[in-house]
């Protein structure tokens, strides 16, 4: 089990996920689009989502304390950038 939150647009909403294996980080953005456009997401649905709104997005995974896992997907930020 893992929970994937999404951010788009200002706005921040988490999923869980019921998944065996690892996912890539295009799976992680296929799964978010599908998840929006569903309106799988309370306050975050946007049913003409386009396909490919979270290709510059950036994918982290993280492990809990408890052995849970998270995925963030977020938009890049531009810290340290020149």
Do not use: C, W
């Amino acid at each position: 089990m893992a929970v994937l939150n999404i951010t788009y647009n200002g706005l921040s909403a988490d999923y869980p996920l019921d998944v065996e294996q690892n996912l890539t980080d295009r799976d992680v953005r296929r799964i978010a689009v599908e998840v929006v456009r569903s309106g799988g997401l309370r306050g975050l649905a946007i049913a003409n989502l386009p396909e490919r709104a979270f290709d510059d997005y950036v994918v982290d995974r993280f492990t809990t304390p408890q052995g849970g896992h998270r995925i963030y997907l977020r938009p890049k930020v531009p810290f340290g950038a020149s």
